[in-house]
């Protein structure tokens, strides 16, 4: 099966592409662990898969990009969830429904693309938010908290959080967003670059060097990465903003912990 080409990582400013339809299939005819991806799916939804796409799939803490798809001929796709294929490595998975029930897509139609751009920009700034967050805390605690690490981050808006392992006081809230506020502020470039094995070890990151099978790479692709210029460089597969004031005020809601590791949450105007 072929991997579909992700054109958002290339270019997030893509908000409409045509590409060409390589499968439709019934959410109904699905193997049991894709038709897990979407849970709200009906059973008379349909999968579309494409050669390229411009929309994100829900993971690495961002939320799906939502759209529609259209022919030439009228049909037209509502796109409500996009999943990574959990059986066929690098296959992208539109879940939705067609308009007109005896009007849809079959292989080899070409189509256009169209994401929601409003939620998109969106996403993006709480995905960009989130970074600026995670090197926040970490140039300001790295050497203050005990087995201090970044964990994992949520940049979904209902929830966005980023987690660390070890106990962050609550004494450090304001001094965080302080930080913050600064790099926020100081409207620094986010750019986006691709890295070998070499170029994180080069730049003193080693820590940060993806698992290269368990992503299913082969051995001459590089790694996506997003450089906060003057903050912290991220391996990243999602979609940002071209700079850090365009995130706006980001507001540091609350520090919890449990069990060895902190949550620091927060949230956008």
Partial sequence: MQRTYLAFQHNAKLHALQTVVTAVRSVAALEEANKGLFKQAQEDDHVVVTEQTIFHPQGGGQPSDVGVMKGSDGASFSVAMVRMSAVNDGEVLHFGKFTTA?????????????IDVEKRHLYSRYHTAGHVLGSAVRHLLEKEVANFDELKASHFPDSAACEFQGLIEGKWKDVIQARVDEYVNKDMPVEI?????NDFKANGLERLIPDRKAMGMTDDEKFRVVNIVGAEVYPCGGTHVDSTQECGKTNVKKISRAKGTSRVSYVLP
């Fill in 102 to 114: 005896s009007t849809i897509f079959k292989a080899g139609d070409t189509i256009t693309q169209n």
């Fill in 193 to 197: 670059d691709w890295w070998d094995e």
